[in-house]
């Protein structure tokens, strides 16, 4: 179904080829997963696939792709439309109608399908992604994994022979991912779907690949079955963790396989001590917090209370209000209730004086640098903040960025970006940092380059509160986890003790050794020692 060969494609002004000399086939039917650090070229491969590389971002391409018999380079990608779907990471950006139901219906239009065909589609593609409910409701009201999901469906409507999805689950909670998957996984079965698929949380979609595709980033790329390529990969999912710390030849694809070998083997490590809860001031406090849009009740009179020197993560299902919430303790947003930053409520203050108490990083971090470089968003900050000249760049370099001045933050990668930013949010010295989904369209390396960030700003005594879907990243960097639901706080506990007792936000170690508390590899490493 598709074919590289001898592909080399280099970009304008770029010192050496992207890829160089690829060759692969993917077959009819199959799920291909594309693994990769950030930046190593994996977007550039999906870009192949449905012609946008090199039609649209420029650059040479020697060699040939071709999909279903086509050309990539004899056709443009609006001529390959009846035979590749393609969702980027960003739906919002993708989108070209105002609802829903207008979004799925509208690339049916442009491939001229019957109007009965067409309704008839939508009608099985809403109930397919399970968003039915969502059929008239504008999509720039949806939450991020509700555009996701309805990005996917406007793709699937058209019924292209091959699917390509650029990191789908990166904005998804865990049951709305497996739904996702679910449903890509029953086309690829049933129908006969091709799908090629880049992923960063290997663990949500790695037991469903026939083949991986892992691009380095030096140019080549290596195919074969998941479990040999993950086991000499340098992306390291937590059961290749888990059998690198178990000295297994290769790694399981599921939590089923690995808990087999585990219990086959008879190995049976010590487990961890429940952690002893912070004593440290609380420096949040909100009490009966409730936020409104019209009829909407995003939160729902919510206490709350957060600790000097603790990271705490808030996960629950898309649409929940965790970003409401954040964004209320912010103090930017019109809500009721009572809230204590410090002593100081920030909806009362400034914005100069406000960032001196909280802080929020947003799910698109990008959305706050608009300099022209990376001195000049440092400098910007010493002067917002009232910090010495330096000070920010002193904070990025602390993190462990070290970013040219010169640079310009729109041809940073994300994990850079989010470094910088944080930088900046930082350089107020505010006693309490909220981020929101900040891993999203992270590999694995940069959130744990993240998570000693995270570490280190709790070290110096500030409270973290962090909103995320990865349940991996939560066990590895919170002492405390909050759940919500319909707005509300349903259950809040230490991470370990919430999150082994869960079964939709529990880590893939807790799975595998459940009854046992672990949450990471390092708990295993540490219990076999």
Known sequence: MIDFDEVTLTYPQAMRPTLDRVSLHVGEGDLCLVVGATGSGKSTVLGAINGLVPHFTGGRLQGSVRVDGRSTAEHRPRNLADVVGYVGQDPLRGFVTDTVEDEIAYGMEQLGIDPVAMRKRVEETLDLMGIADLRRRPLTELSGGQQQRVAIAAVLAAQPKVLVLDEPTSSLDPTAAQDVLAAITTLVHDVGLTVVLAEHRLERVMQAADSVIWVPGDGSVSVGPAASVLAGSTIVPPLSALARVMGWADVPLSVREARRRVQSEGRRPVPPAEPVPAAGEVVLSARRLSVRYGDVHAVRSVDLDLRAGTVATLMGRNGAGKSSLLWALQGALSCEGDLLVAGRDPRGLTATHARRVVTLVPQTAADLLYLPTVAAECAQADLESGAEPGTAATLLAELGSYLP?????????????????????????????????????????????????????????????????????????????????????????TTRSLLTSSVAYAPQMAKVFAPLPFLTAADVSAGLS
């Open 405 to 493: 001045g010169e640079r310009d933050p729109r041809d940073l990668s994300e994990g850079q970006r989010l470094a910088l930013v944080l930088a900046i949010q930082l350089t107020a010295s505010p006693p309490v940092v909220l981020l929101d989904e900040p891993t999203r369209g992270l590999d694995y390396q940069t959130k744990a380059d993240l998570q000693r960030i995270v570490t280190r700003i709790a070290a110096t005594g500030a409270a973290v509160l962090i909103s995320t879907h990865d349940v991996e990243f939560a066990a590895g960097v919170s002492d405390r986890t909050i759940l919500m639901a319909d707005g509300e706080i349903v259950a809040q506990g």
